[in-house]
């Protein structure tokens, strides 16, 4: 970032590792990434965050650390999506639509909000804080379509204490005041029935991070 200002810079957090001690390890170091990929955006630099750590399993892993096959495949999908959220990383201009890519698997975490079930053609959303530091958050939404596919949809909320969005991946997020709207991208419109994508975001916190109720409208 000194020697390229202009630079994109993109920081993924380690993937899951099968043992153990290595495993609490690597979620230790990984729940650090956030605050510092907020601190240099914070200071005017181009750094992203890739949350890899929730796109694979241990069962992705050939010998409990390296990946297998098709865990490069995940490893190799998360990286493109999060390419394609920051428009012309990777050459495409605005408003171009990446191709599809797959549905990213959602990561635990506590304190879910989640919207009403939907019926027939329509989605739920559900709001989990996945790390939390001094004045920023990180936060993961899991999109699902209801028992008809979608073609698009939209996760809407309110934000009670005063939060900011400050960079997002694999949605389109606008936000007036404490409403925030988020829509979904090219590659991840479309779903299935029963079928979830995820997105993610970075904000700001002071004094409280209560979790917002979610609406979820599908096209």
Not at 2 to 26: C, H, K, R, Y
């Amino acid at each position: 970032t000194a020697a390229a200002p202009n630079a994109d810079v993109f920081v993924a957090t380690i993937i899951p590792l099968s043992n153990s001690g290595q495993e609490a390890a690597a979620r230790n170091f990984n729940s650090a990434i956030p605050g510092i990929v907020q601190s240099k955006v914070n200071s005017g630099k181009h750094v992203h965050l890739v949350d890899m750590h929730s796109k694979l399993t241990t069962g992705d892993l050939i010998d409990g650390i390296h990946p297998t096959a098709n865990g490069y495949d995940k490893m190799a999908a998360a990286w493109y999506a999060a390419l394609q959220s920051v428009p012309g990383s990777i050459g495409q201009g605005p408003g171009t639509s990446p191709s599809p890519s797959p549905s990213p698997s959602p990561s635990p975490s506590a304190s879910p909000s989640a919207s009403p079930p939907p019926g027939g053609a329509g989605c739920s959303a559900t709001y989990a804080i996945a790390g939390q530091w001094d004045g920023g958050f990180q936060a993961t939404v899991t999109v699902t379509a209801g028992s008809s596919a979608i073609s698009s949809w939209s996760v809407g909320w309110q934000f009670g204490n005063g939060q900011t969005v400050t960079q997002s991946w694999n949605t389109e997020i606008s936000a007036g005041g404490a409403q925030v709207t988020a829509r979904n991208v090219g590659y991840n419109g479309a779903l299935g029935a029963g079928a979830s994508t995820q997105f993610g975001f970075l904000g700001t916190w002071n004094g409280a991070n209560g979790v917002p109720t979610l609406t979820c409208t599908a096209g």
